[in-house]
T-cell receptor
Framework: AQKITQTQPGMFVQEKEAVTLDCTYD???????LFWYKQPSSGEMIFLIY??????QNATEGRYSLNFQKARKSANLVISASQLGDSAMYFC?????????????FGKGTTLSVSS | DVKVTQSSRYLVKRTGEKVFLECVQD?????MFWYRQDPGLGLRLIYF???????EKGDIPEGYSVSREKKERFSLILESASTNQTSMYLC???????????????FGPGTRLLVL
């Protein structure tokens, strides 16, 4: 079974609008971390935001916020006031803390296209 | 600023050649990772290392080996390149993290490898 599911292969939004990118995860660990990365066409993976499983507040970083619903096992990324430069692939990822030294588990990504 | 560099952005090799992909980080991170990224498959872990001279297999280690002789450098080796190893290769590093904390991974710019 997939551990990270991103159900939206592509999303389209106009400049200045907000957009939500969906992510659901599956883990039996109590302690884990959730990450969002942005990958522009240049290829580099850029870290955007992190949410720990014990964090009570939703994480925010500038125009990015993470809508964390633990009971539903969802960690959606919200981008407010979209910009043309936000057009990229976005990946949700999880690290299970009990798995010491292991890598991130990534979803398959969502392509976001922002138009003027 | 966090910095992970990879030796080449683009590489073209012939089937059967031995290929070295180098990754260097300047953040004194303990953990280093090699992923490959393919359309529709997301990122998959090849190998990771949590200390000098230590390595662990990831999800798809076949056909690859790694070397970590110094803390800042993690090399991925394709012993005999094959066409099915044509892919985007991404290196990442992260700190050890406090117990219970999922440390953020920082990525290099990626190497697009084409094996003919």
């Amino acid at each position: 079974a997939q551990k990270i599911t991103q159900t939206q292969p592509g999303m389209f939004v106009q400049e200045k609008e907000a957009v939500t990118l969906d992510c659901t995860y599956d883990t039996s660990d109590q302690s884990y971390g959730l990450f969002w990365y942005k990958q522009p066409s240049s290829g580099e993976m850029i870290f955007l935001i992190y949410q720990g499983s014990y964090d009570e507040q939703n994480a925010t970083e500038g125009r990015y916020s993470l809508n964390f619903q633990k009971a539903r096992k969802s960690a959606n990324l919200v981008i407010s006031a979209s910009q043309l430069g936000d057009s990229a692939m976005y990946f949700c990822a999880m690290r299970e803390v009990s798995q010491a030294g292991t890598a991130l588990i990534f979803g398959k990504g969502t392509t976001l296209s922002v138009s003027s | 600023d966090v910095k992970v560099t990879q030796s080449s952005r683009y590489l073209v090799k012939r089937t059967g050649e031995k290929v070295f992909l180098e990754c260097v980080q300047d953040m004194d991170h303990e953990n280093m990772f090699w992923y490959r990224q393919d359309p529709g498959l997301g990122l998959r872990l090849i190998y990771f290392s949590y200390d000098v001279k230590m390595k662990e297999k990831g999800d798809i280690p076949e056909g690859y080996s790694v070397s970590r002789e110094k803390k800042e450098r993690f090399s991925l080796i394709l012993e005999s390149a094959s066409t099915n190893q044509t892919s985007m290769y991404l290196c990442a590093s992260s700190s050890l993290g406090l117990a219970g904390a999922a440390e953020t991974q920082y990525f290099g710019p990626g190497t697009r490898l084409l094996v003919l």
